[in-house]
């Protein structure tokens, strides 16, 4: 028997036109679909992430913009029309407002109360979850239930705990012994009150947050540490703090910024006067001097101006947050 002849298929070439169709028809049809092709290809990336800038630019750039406009001229609230340039005067007459530096010391010292135990606490939990421990999916998601609590809901509770004739905070202070205190009256007492609600909401999603950085740290280390005689506590100390570094330094940064901004917790244990931050303005925060100022003073100019130094204050945090985390890989 012979062999078939093989039969050798010719690479494609331009389609051969059509009926009707004139000599090079189809070559420009071809031309054209890769045309579309590359078009398609370069273009189409920015086609889709352009409904994020869209957005971001309607409600990011231009309020940032505008209130910038705002904060260099006196304008009021009751007549937004009738802007007159007032330059840096908004921003000097800040300067000397004693309830602006209250507001400021008042952020600092919520924000110390509330990031350093919220913190110190996750580290804690997610070093206890780590390990094996039962039951630990319905541990994690508890730890982050606080988190997905309304702001609002979470307030109120805490304003009834911490209730000066009927709180529950009072009636246990009582069965050890000590005296009820006025918890949305008094200055430290308003603190620690508002940064516990802080803490509350917060410490589960830190923990959850330092939970995944332990989970990448290599066991090989954990197991050198105990074959050289390294206690459970010892290995924390010397592996997993170690390790987790930029973690840490990225949920006080996030934890910082989160501090400055701090607004629905006071303005909602503040009661119908919330905006003041109580009677003596002891617990009113940067956000809530702002709201005041806008608000309830009309001040639109001079709530601009707190806006922007709250700005400037966040990139100084995220400025040295990055100086930081830049000094970390060096070292590392």
Not at 60 to 71: K, R, V
Not at 278 to 290: I, K
């Amino acid at each position: 028997m012979t062999a078939a002849p093989a039969t050798t298929e010719l690479p494609p070439g331009p389609a051969d036109p059509g009926p009707g169709e004139r000599p090079g028809t189809a070559d420009r049809r071809t031309a054209r679909r890769s045309r579309r092709y590359r078009w398609d290809v370069r273009y189409s990336p920015y086609a889709f992430v352009a409904p994020f800038f869209l957005f971001f630019a309607a409600f990011g750039i231009f309020p940032l913009l505008w209130t910038g406009w705002a904060s260099l001229h006196r304008m009021e609230l009751t007549a937004p029309g009738r802007a007159r340039w007032a330059g840096l005067h908004n921003y000097l007459r800040l300067l000397d407002d004693a309830f602006f530096w209250n507001a400021l010391g008042n952020t600092a010292v919520i924000g110390a109360l509330s990031t350093v135990p919220q913190l110190l606490m996750a580290l804690g939990l997610a070093h206890l979850l780590h390990h094996r421990l039962r039951a630990a999916t319905f541990w994690r998601v508890a730890l982050l239930a606080p988190y997905a609590t309304s702001i609002a809901a979470a307030t109120l509770v805490f304003v009834l705990l911490y209730g000066r004739d009927y709180g529950m905070v009072n009636w246990a202070l009582g069965l050890a012994g000590a005296g009820p205190v006025d918890w949305q009256n008094g200055t430290w007492a308003a603190r620690a009150a508002v940064s516990s609600i802080v803490i509350w909401r917060w410490t589960g999603y830190n923990a959850l947050i330092y939970l995944a950085a332990m989970q990448a740290v290599p066991d090989e280390l954990y197991e050198s540490a105990a074959l050289d005689g390294a206690s459970r506590l010892a290995q924390f100390r010397h592996v997993t703090v170690p390790a987790l570094r930029p973690t840490i330094l990225f949920t006080v940064v996030v934890s910082t910024i989160g501090a400055t901004q701090l607004f629905g917790e006071p303005l909602l244990f503040g009661g119908a006067g919330g905006q003041k931050g109580g009677a003596s303005h002891q617990f009113q925060t940067l956000g809530l001097y702002l709201y005041e100022q806008g608000w309830f003073s009309f001040h639109l100019g001079r709530a601009s101006a707190v806006a922007w130094t709250m700005f400037v204050i966040l990139l100084l945090v995220a400025g040295a947050g990055g100086l930081v985390a830049r000094r970390l890989r060096e070292d590392g």
